[in-house]
């Protein structure tokens, strides 16, 4: 009888071991593809490691890192957001419109003083802050999919910029001559070694990373966002104030893909009204991989960000080794899927 019971208790202890292991590739799935994506890149060319390169991956990280936490939170609610990228165009345009060089040539408005530095990002923030607010008007109150509701600001949005930027005397060209106290917060950095310094703008995108992480984990909105992606008839019941949540969350994206647009303007030294176009699906797409459910409910920013930075030493570390872009993309495409795959298997091993 004994001789029985040590066999199926190995095999149990086994299955309770694959089954554990399974569950860890599944949640830390995202985490081991970037440590291997780093390795690999790393084994080809040992110099993709130098301070230089890392901060070059993370001063190119940042205005997506802000645009992730805007459209991830969205995402846990169980919505999207198409609208996104034009939003952070008419931001760049905005503010780098209002704060051009009074000397410069092409100035949009040539006799107007120069405004304090605040006062135009504020602006652009609060133009994409009132788009949020339309989209969450139709999405909690017309009860319009968030798909086609924000599928329809993208277009309206991209027309008001288009129309913003195309003034006389100039038309429709690229805004330059952008004052330094704007693009120092894109290009300037903290530290008093040029080799070791970090850029202002990846600070300011941690702050801002570290803002979203305390509202969704230490904040009744942030329990409140989690609760209507889990399920948002039965927190509808359970008292939680759906419509204004929802409000909320898509009014504090607006704002963040308004100083992300700023930051973006700082960081290249100008805009036009193309600014931002495809951003919102870059963004998706790195929640999606950081672990943000398609299906709302589950998403975290440290995930957020590590999907960012995913898709940013794609983009700058196989190119650093020189590998075909054709190829990065197909690699782009292939951790997409697998991500949500990942995400579906996580579901389905829960039911």
Avoid at 154 to 175: E, K, L, N, W
Avoid at 213 to 221: E, F, G, I, S
């Amino acid at each position: 009888m004994a001789e029985e019971v040590v066999p199926r208790d190995r095999r149990v202890l086994a299955q309770e071991r694959n089954k554990k292991l399974k569950e860890f590739g599944l949640n830390y799935a995202i985490y081991i593809v970037f440590l291997i994506l780093i390795l690999a890149i790393t084994v080809q060319e040992p110099s993709f490691l130098a301070w230089q390169n890392i901060r070059n991956i993370l001063s190119m990280s940042a205005t997506r890192i802000i645009i992730a936490m805007g459209i991830g939170g969205i995402l846990i609610t169980g919505g999207t957001d198409l609208s996104a990228g034009r939003q952070v165009g008419f931001a760049a345009v905005v503010a780098s419109s209002l704060l051009q060089y009074q000397d410069y040539a092409r100035r949009m408005y040539p006799n107007m003083a120069d405004l304090p530095l605040w006062l135009p990002i504020l602006i652009a923030v609060v133009v994409c802050m009132i788009i949020g607010l339309i989209n969450g008007i139709i999405i909690a109150y017309l009860k319009v999919p968030p798909f086609i509701a924000t599928l329809g600001t993208q277009v309206a949005t991209y027309g008001a910029c288009s129309i913003y930027f195309d003034r006389p005397p100039y038309g429709a060209q690229p805004i330059g001559g952008l004052r330094k106290d704007l693009t120092t917060l894109g290009s300037g950095f903290l530290g008093f070694d040029g080799t070791y310094s970090i850029p202002y703008i990846v600070i300011i995108a941690f702050i801002i990373a570290a803002i979203i992480w305390v509202m969704h984990n230490k904040t009744r909105l942030g329990k409140n966002v989690y609760a209507i992606g889990g399920n948002s008839e039965a927190a509808r019941v359970s008292g939680v104030p759906v419509q204004r949540t929802l409000l909320i969350v898509y009014c504090l994206a607006g704002a963040l893909y308004g100083l992300a647009g700023t930051l973006e303007a700082a960081r290249t030294g100008g805009a036009t009204n193309n600014y931002g176009n495809g951003y919102e699906l870059d963004a998706i797409a790195a929640c999606v991989v950081g672990g943000v459910s398609t299906s709302g409910g589950i998403g975290t920013v440290p995930g957020m960000i590590i999907g960012v930075l995913i898709f940013s030493i794609i983009s700058y570390g196989l190119t650093f080794i020189n590998m075909n872009p054709y190829w990065q993309q197909i690699i782009k495409g292939a951790i997409i899927v697998a991500a949500v795959a990942i995400d579906i298997r996580k579901y389905l091993s829960k039911r």
